[in-house]
């Protein structure tokens, strides 16, 4: 499902690129049995392919109006020229209690996750995940509040309404116009920023679950360093996870409404989608759902912005 030709792509005051991306139908969710899942992701533990329910059942959406989508993650560079003209201070900041963050030095036999990160803290927001990143680097340690700063200012500063997408359009936009049974890991080659064994050098307690490649990215890579999808989006999978707009429930997909579904009324946890430069092959899929509480602020987690149509 190409874009139109002719649709020029917008770009906006902080310099965030919006590419059309067209009304139509898809199947949201995932149709692949436990068992289909399991011979596609053999390392996968048997009780991480069993926690996939929220998945089901496939089901038919259609998205009625066509909107824009940033192409790409709002970036570290995007982000510092939002607080600087808004005067927002980020979660991480203005708790005190600050965000994650990945150090070396940290012993993983005393943690109970086992791995480099830490956190809270305040050593660590926005400014610094523990991994260096430049102004062309996906944001992280921001909140699903911060995400709604963003996109309030953007609506009052420019005169047109951005906000979150819908768990159902980011699930639509990934897909791309692609459905049917789901692409082997090796197939995200070129295409995504996942854990592959460049990252696994890192935590070699999680080597066996890595990506079989090299992608050249041991943390975050700059924006739009990976193959676009065929509506021209970028790290849709990997790179960092970003927040959408609903609220989860594990029983949503029995009852969403075929057009344009926004998720539950109400909730504990917003659903963040799209795995990060940490996720292994199991949960780098277009239709894997995640979740946090909005106030959460972890390394993995950054934004995509929509614009809508007029």
């Known amino acids: ?56 059942p496939a089901h038919a959406v259609r998205i009625t109006r066509a909107f824009y989508l940033g192409s790409s993650e709002v970036t570290v560079g995007q982000f510092r020229a939002f607080l600087e003209r808004s005067g927002h201070v980020p979660e991480s900041v203005a708790d005190g209690t600050g965000g994650y963050g990945w150090n070396p030095a940290y012993n993983p036999a005393t943690t109970a996750r086992g791995d480099a990160f830490e956190g809270r803290d305040p050593r660590y927001s926005w400014r610094n995940p523990g991994f260096a990143q430049g102004d062309d680097h996906p944001v992280v340690n921001v909140t699903w509040n911060d995400a709604q700063a963003l996109a309030q200012w953007l609506s009052r500063t420019e005169g047109r309404r951005y906000r979150l997408p819908t768990e159902a359009e980011w699930e639509y936009a990934c897909r791309a116009g692609q459905h049917g049974a789901e692409p082997p890991p090796a197939a995200l080659q070129g295409q995504a920023n996942v854990f592959d064994r460049d990252a696994a050098a890192h935590w070699p307690r999680w080597a066996g679950q890595a990506f079989p490649f090299h992608d050249g990215q041991a943390f975050t890579a700059p924006v739009g360093s990976f193959a676009p999808n065929a509506f021209g989006l970028h790290d849709m999978l990997g790179n960092v996870w970003e927040w959408t707009a609903d609220w989860h429930a594990d029983d949503y997909y029995t009852r969403s409404p075929v057009d344009d579904p926004k998720g539950p009324a109400d909730g504990e946890v917003k659903v963040r989608r799209g795995g990060s430069w940490h996720t292994w092959p199991l949960y780098a899929r277009c239709g894997f759902r995640n979740w946090n509480t909005p106030e959460t602020r972890y390394t993995l987690v950054g934004i995509r912005l929509v614009l809508e149509v007029p």
């Open 1 to 56: 499902m190409p874009l139109p030709p002719g649709e020029a792509p917008q770009v906006n005051t902080l310099g965030m690129v919006f590419v059309r991306i067209p009304a139509g139908s898809f199947r949201m969710g995932t149709a692949a049995s436990t068992e289909e899942l399991q011979a596609l992701y053999p390392q996968a533990e048997a009780r991480r392919l069993q926690d996939l329910a929220d998945e089901r």
